[in-house]
T-cell receptor, first 113, second 111 residues
Framework: SQTIHQWPATLVQPVGSPLSLECTVEGTSNPNLYWYRQAAGRGLQLLFY??????ISSEVPQNLSASRPQDRQFILSSKKLLLSDSGFYLC????????????FGSGTRLTVV | GQQLNQSPQSMFIQEGEDVSMNCTSS?????WLWYKQDPGEGPVLLIALYKAGELTSNGRLTAQFGTTRKDSFLNISASIPSDVGIYFC???????????FGTGTSLTVIP
């Protein structure tokens, strides 16, 4: 069966520090992968999505970046965090080409102080 | 991006009551999804709809794909305390790589 792992669960980082959040999917090949941010418990904002290794589409310009170094690995990064980067970050995957919805990871609560 | 309007924004109901919420879009979708999110966790898929007019149930939950393909509805019958959470709709258009999410409906069930 397919599973998605996202870590860490919580993170407190100072302003200006770097960030690396990792997401891996097991039990599937060539999935579409997504990074979402959720502020204040509502509103899922799509940040990046990837349809293959090295292929990244950015939906919102900001100081975050994403990479997909392996088929089932998706990484969200920042060189210097801002206070406004605080939020709940969710990774998700979708099988291709079969129809169906996203499966979300358990999320990372990031607090920038 | 495409906008999905979800209503109501929040609901406070007594245990045992039925719940109805809806989602409308400015664009035609070929897939509608309904998710539930518990506090501090990722959303979990409840129901997926793939055809206009389709009515699908998952236990006490029933969702419908609107005939205009621009809306969808979710009903919860005989609510219980564990129904508490935020419910999101999501839609995808033909050939799209992503789903667009509604703003969520926060449900509180009063025992």
């Amino acid at each position: 069966s397919q599973t998605i792992h996202q870590w860490p669960a919580t993170l407190v980082q100072p302003v200006g520090s770097p960030l690396s959040l990792e997401c891996t999917v097991e039990g599937t090949s060539n999935p579409n992968l997504y990074w979402y941010r959720q502020a204040a418990g509502r509103g899922l904002q799509l940040l990046f999505y990837s349809v293959g290794i090295g292929q990244i589409s950015s939906e919102v310009p900001q100081n975050l970046s994403a990479s997909r170094p392996q088929d089932r690995q998706f990484i969200l990064s920042s060189k210097k965090l801002l206070l406004s980067d605080s939020g709940f970050y969710l990774c998700a995957w979708k099988p291709v080409p079969t129809r169906g919805g996203y499966t979300f990871g358990s999320g990372t609560r990031l607090t920038v102080v | 991006g495409q906008q999905l309007n979800q209503s109501p924004q929040s609901m406070f109901i007594q245990e045992g009551e039925d719940v109805s919420m809806n989602c409308t879009s400015s664009s035609i979708f070929n897939t509608w999804l309904w998710y539930k999110q518990d506090p501090g966790e990722g959303p979990v898929l409840l129901i997926a709809l793939y055809k206009a007019g389709e009515l699908t149930s998952n236990g006490r939950l029933t969702a419908q794909f609107g005939t205009t393909r621009k809306d969808s509805f979710l009903n919860i019958s005989a609510s219980i305390p564990s129904d508490v959470g935020i419910y999101f709709c999501a839609g995808q258009s033909t050939g799209g790589n992503q789903f667009y999410f509604g703003t969520g409906t926060s449900l509180t069930v009063i025992p």
